[in-house]
């Protein structure tokens, strides 16, 4: 199943982020509809990291929605239990972060500033809201006060700005460091950009020369364990987020563990074992979804094609993956391939998940004309945080 030799040395020291070491500088990235309990434990089982939840809204965290306590919700043996939370208004954030910390729900506390997606960014939310400086401080302020009372460290993610004439990264980020955030973490493309083309990783060289007292975090089009290698070399970013690489793959972190230990070590999973990831996965969603195996199975079906991508399995089959609706289905399915398949090589490997096109962000009419907040903004961010979906 691996490949092995061993050439010795670490790539980088441990993550520090405020009291917590991370001892393999690796972030799972927070992932809407991925990066749940199940998903996680089949991660972090591979390898060493920091396994972000799924983003949850300050909003509906205060109101405890149930499908918000479902998202922050951690197994026991989860450490540190990391969670991100997203916002538009400061007061809602400092409250949601009062809970998490009050209530001793997660060690690490990740704040959402990429989210790209149109119903997010035309209210003047998401990977636009950085352009509103003061907004920005305000709500990081807020977040950090409340955590700091508990020692618990708080990063913010970004992309680097609206389009590239209005790129907002660099600000940010010394505003997030000058509030006392714990790292910065950087998916190195516009709102613009969307998921087209290929990350920018010249951004996260200039931020991490902008940034010199806490760690800077490298994003964007990690495929490989050698994807995050060569960004730790070319940018000098002190870990890597790794987000769409891993769907379908959860042995990538094993993967990047060697890596960031000098060893060349490799998983290389033949079907049988991409079977049995994919049916201890439908067992794990089971549970985080309460014992629903329906909706369980309604949420484990869009992994197939990333488990399967590159593995000789007809149409017949990955369409019947498609729709299984019990996980005694699941096993059937999963059962009738030739489980004796040998890893693909690169066919297995490479982009996967979202990529979409450049589009010209919407953001709120006049949001470009001035980096100031207007009272009448305000009031419609906080309708942009009601029609995100994070719980
Ligand atoms: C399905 C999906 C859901 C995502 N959800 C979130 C999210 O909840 N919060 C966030 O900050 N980024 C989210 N992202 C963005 C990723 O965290 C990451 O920044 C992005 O995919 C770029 O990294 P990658 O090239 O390694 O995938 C999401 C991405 C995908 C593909």
Known sequence: MST???TGQRL???LRLGPLEVDTPVVLAPMAGVTNAAFRRLCRENGGGLYVAEMVTSRALVERTPESLRIIHHEPDEKPRSVQVYGVDPATIRAAVKMIVDEDRADHIDMNFGCPVPKVTRKG???VLPWKRDLFRDIVRAAVQEASRKNIPVT???RKGIDDDHLTY???ARTAEKEGVAAVGLHARTAAD????TADWSAISRLKDAITTIPVLGNGDIWAAEDAVRMVEETGCDGVVVGRGCMGRPWLFADLQAAFEGREERVRPGLRHVADTIYRHGELMVDTFGGDERKAMREIRKHMAWYLKGYPVGGEVRRALGL???LAELRAHLDSMDLDTAYPGPDAEGARGRQGSARQPACPEG???TQDITPDMELRLREAELSVSGG
């Open 156 to 158: 913010v993610k970004m």
């Open 170 to 172: 660099l600000d940010a």
């Open 12 to 14: 980088l020291p441990p």
């Open 4 to 6: 092995s030799t061993t």
């Open 324 to 326: 299984v609706d019990t």
């Open 367 to 369: 949001w470009l004309d």
């Open 125 to 127: 939310g998401g990977a």
């Open 194 to 197: 969307y998921y087209s083309g």
